[in-house]
C-alpha cells in the first residue's frame, strides 16, 4: 500500500511518483502508460460529486476566509493562499473535465491549469516572512520552511528527469 504519492508535470510526460512502505521503503516511478499494480490512491476511489464537493468547496472556503480576513495578513499571503486555492478548485474542474472527456483540443492547455499553485507557495513563503519582521523565532521558522520548500522541488526534479532519461 502507498502512504504517500507525489504528482509531478513535466512537458514531454506525467510521472506517478511513492513511496511503498510494504516492502521496505522503496521509491516507485511510474509513468501514465505503464501498468499500475495496486496504486488505489483516495482521490481515484471518491464518487465524482464527493469529489467536487470536497476539493471545490475547500477551495471556495479557503478563499472566502482570507478575502474576509485579508486586513490581518500581508498581500502576498494572501494571494498565495488564494493561489493555492485556486489549485484545488481547478484540479476539481480537472477530474470534471476528464471524466466527461471534454475539451479534448484543448485538454493539453487544460491540464496546466491547477499548477498556478506553485506560483502561489513563493508567495505565500514571502508573505509569511514580511508578516514575521518582528518575530525573529517565526522568521527563523519561515527561513527554514522556505529553505525546505526550495529542496523539496530541486528533489523532484532531479526524480522526474532521472525517470525521463530513462524512460528513453
Known amino acids: 500500500m502507498l502512504e504517500n504519492a507525489i504528482f509531478a508535470t513535466t512537458a514531454p510526460a506525467v510521472v506517478k511518483i511513492g513511496l511503498d512502505v510494504s516492502y521496505g521503503a522503496k521509491l516507485k516511478v511510474y509513468f501514465f502508460d505503464q501498468k499500475e ?3 488505489g490512491l483516495f482521490y481515484e476511489n471518491l464518487s465524482l460529486p464527493i469529489y467536487l464537493i470536497v476539493s471545490i468547496g475547500s477551495g471556495l472556503l ?16 494572501v494571494i498565495g493562499m488564494i493561489f493555492i486555492s485556486l489549485t484545488s478548485i481547478l484540479s476539481g474542474i480537472m477530474r470534471l473535465i476528464n471524466e466527461y472527456t471534454l475539451f479534448n483540443r484543448q485538454l493539453e ?4 491549469l491547477p499548477f498556478i499553485g506553485f506560483i502561489g507557495i513563493p ?3 514571502i508573505g509569511a516572512y514580511q508578516q514575521s519582521s518582528r518575530d525573529p523565532e517565526k ?3 519561515i527561513i527554514r520552511l522556505g529553505v525546505l520548500f526550495i529542496s523539496i522541488m530541486i528533489f523532484l526534479g532531479v526524480i522526474v528527469l532521472i525517470a525521463l532519461m530513462k524512460r528513453k
Open 123 to 125: 508567495l505565500l513563503i
Open 109 to 112: 492547455y487544460v491540464q496546466k
Open 62 to 77: 479557503l478563499i472566502a476566509y482570507f478575502i474576509c480576513r485579508r486586513s490581518k495578513y500581508s498581500v502576498l499571503f
Open 37 to 39: 499494480d495496486d496504486w
Open 139 to 141: 522568521r527563523k521558522l
